[in-house]
């Protein structure tokens, strides 16, 4: 082996454009939170699942076409037609209807992980992302309340990542194709597409769009007027019911929110974190009722940040059953690029889980290592310095990956059963019994 | 959209085979080894690294050729030619030859994460599995302790996971190839092949194969005396050096292993746990020093549950700098569905994180919703029961998802501010002010 060293050549480490790979800082950052939402999912009672990032691809691409289907990897191993993962719905989707019979109704499951998607890659947006999804499934039926807890999930977890204030706006979809429906207009996708142009195009854009698509006059008035309400959710939904709308889906749509508003009441969710939002569609078709996006108060730029909603059927590709179903998800890859380049994370300048570097002197390794065994038992996450060179070069070593505290210890620590620990952050330090040592 | 449901293909949901999906339990047994192995590595100072699971397929395969190659799934896209990671190694010397001058060294890495390799599927063997992999990588050097410490890692790690009784066996490649020098055979790689199949194919088989292979019969001899030395680590290193043997590698390796097994006794690791085997040779090429093998004393049928070694050159197909490492790798998909079908693990029962679940009678939803809010707050993970349905049939969810305890709560609870706490086990029941509620 050893002789074709020379002859060797030397490929260029890269990896792919549109692929995010951390340094260890960036990377002990994303874990956190990786953690902290991992932490919030679960005090809901959602279960972890784990599914192939490969699979057949005349199962995974079952429903999809368009864009999505241009976007997959998909490719070819021996017989196989395979194909990565676009999202973690599909797999969830495929996983029910395939485990249906050995699942406990309501699921209630997590899953963070990662997807692919071979879009063109920009600034922000990547090929391979986290998605952190919940979803609570129902056998044949939901309660609507579920609708209400997720918005409880959406506000604890961002909360937990404390990235300052944020806004959950939610909306129905029902109550939407309803309020259409009662204007004597029959595609309401086609209004709702035209409707969530409004922040971005203009008032006046999305008038002459609906009057262009054969709205009346006073029908555009009307939806302009619904889509313009935002604010306290059951005032809202008291001024609608006032409306006196004589259509089915709006009143079903009505009541819908007014439930998940009084729960989102009950659980706790200020009324400062939560506004309701009438323009609010999504774009996903299969959504059928509750919808929800997030913002950062002070970052709107970024747009929603988590998103989801309530739909009918979740599996009807695998499964003759229906399976309702109300998520959300985070994507937090972009999120995190977002954050980082915006500057609004960062964290303790930590690039290691190390909290204290053990430096020996003399010829005190042994001992060194038997204290880094007692502080690892304690809890401590303990490393020891064991290269050479000058106490200057084992010092940067700690600052440079931003361990906090670092114990020196020589002959005299040895003898008396201690350590010099040092607080990088203030400089002091002080000799304290090895069992002393609290971090 | 509803209407073609009638019309709608269901699409059998299936995997592929040789991918492992777990339900509920098992896959909650399964991340509670991935926390503890990962709080375990953290506790060493290991940093995360997370690296893209498709990269570039020439910087891949760089060195690979032979079944690893055939087994790598490779396609294009667009006009990129793209491989899945087979392993967390190659990922790993091209993460530190790319990010060399960002990164602080000796650099401590962890990864643990999914690779691909489509060999043919057998029972227990996976096209998809968790590596979880620990390797410690110098700049120009990296001492010896750090060898120790890998068998300290690996013996908190088993610790940690409780799965009885385990051995960790390690050797020294220097020291065999100075050995086999000393006995005038060049070809050290030839006979650690055959002498790696003593176990499996008797000494006997060995013998036959080295005197074919042109060793004398007295070299012979030596060679099946060397590798049938095994016990205790220190009094085996006496032993050898009273051997006499005049080659410097064979010297270098016993120098090695001397500080190795001094340092690992400083650390804490018990001497039953411990054992130095001069038979242990690993396969890959690459490791130049110490290398480590470990088992499970009751389940020896398992083979090697964490294996590993010392290595000159990490990086060598990516740069000119040489970087020197140690590191190990635990199967983890492998070892989870060996000890699962072999019944040596099984989780508490527990299908879900849940800890409580609240079960609300006549209406006193909110009041529920409020409730599980606090304990939630309290870190209980909570959840509540939306569905309709007959108390019988609520507990039976309980059960099914082996959730310790159900709070019902009635008018009567909601006037006191308590909850009738059941404990699913004993099944006894108290009525609890929620404020007290410790679980």
Redesign the interface.
């Known amino acids: ?1 050893g002789n074709d ?1 020379e002859k ?9 454009s549109g ?6 800082k960036e ?2 950052l ?2 956190s939170m990786v953690d902290t939402i991992r932490a919030t999912y ?15 691809a ?2 995974l691409l ?1 429903k999809s076409g368009g864009d999505t289907a241009k976007q997959v ?1 998909r ?4 017989e ?1 037609d ?1 194909a ?1 993962r676009f999202d973690l719905t599909v797999p969830l ?3 029910v ?3 249906y019979g ?3 109704f ?1 699921f ?2 997590y899953h963070i992980s ?1 997807v ?1 998607r ?1 879009e063109k890659p920009q600034k922000g947006r990547f ?2 992302f986290y998605q952190c999804d919940i979803d609570i499934i ?1 056998n044949g ?1 939901l ?1 609507i ?2 609708d ?2 997720i918005v ?1 999930v959406i506000y ?1 977890t961002f909360k937990a990542l404390g990235f300052g204030d944020f806004t959950i706006m939610i909306n129905n979809r029902k109550l939407l194709s309803g309020f259409f429906e009662s204007l004597g207009i029959d595609d309401a996708t086609e209004v709702l597409r035209i409707v969530d142009k409004i922040d971005k195009a203009g008032e006046d854009y999305v008038k002459a769009e609906l009057l262009k698509n054969g709205a009346s006059e006073e029908a555009t008035e009307s939806i302009l007027k619904l889509v313009k309400l935002f604010g306290e959710p059951l005032d809202i939904v008291n001024e609608l019911k006032n409306w006196g709308i004589d259509n089915e889906k709006f009143i079903a749509g009505l009541e819908e929110l007014e439930a998940v508003c ?2 989102i009441k ?3 969710v200020p009324s400062e974190c939560f506004k309701l939002n009438l323009k609010i569609a999504r774009g996903l ?2 959504y059928t009722g509750t919808v929800y996006e997030t913002f950062l108060n002070d970052y709107p730029e970024l747009g929603s940040v988590c998103s989801g909603g309530r739909y009918d ?1 979740l ?6 059953q229906s399976l309702p179903g109300v998520g959300i998800s985070i994507g937090l890859s972009r999120l995190f690029y977002q954050l980082n380049e915006a500057g609004i994370i960062s964290n303790n300048g930590k ?4 909290n204290i ?1 053990i430096v020996p002197m003399d010829d005190t ?3 060194a ?2 204290t ?2 007692q502080f ?1 038992s304690r ?6 310095y ?3 060179g000058k106490m200057g070069k084992k010092l940067n ?1 700690a600052n ?2 931003g361990i906090p505290y670092v114990a020196v210890v020589g002959e005299s620590e040895m003898q008396n059963g201690t350590v010099m620990l040092k607080d990088m952050e203030s400089g002091e330090q002080k000799e304290v019994k090895v069992d002393d040592v609290v971090i």
């Open positions: 082996m060293t060797r050549n030397i490929v260029e480490p890269s990896i792919l692929f995010m790979e951390l340094l260890p990377q002990m994303f874990n679960e005090s809901f009672g959602f279960i972890p699942v784990d599914t192939p990032v490969i699979e057949k005349e199962v079952a990897y490719f070819n191993k021996g196989h395979l990565l989707a495929r996983y209807a395939q485990h050995e699942l406990t309501p209630r499951r990662k692919y071979g090929r391979e129902g039926s309660s309340i579920n209400a807890e409880s604890n009084k729960s009950a659980l706790g078709d299969y059927e599996a009807q590709n695998y499964t003759k690039a290691t889980p190390t570097l390794v042994e001992y290592l038997k880094a065994s690892r809890g401590i996450a303990t490393e020891v064991l290269n050479g070593y440079k990956l």
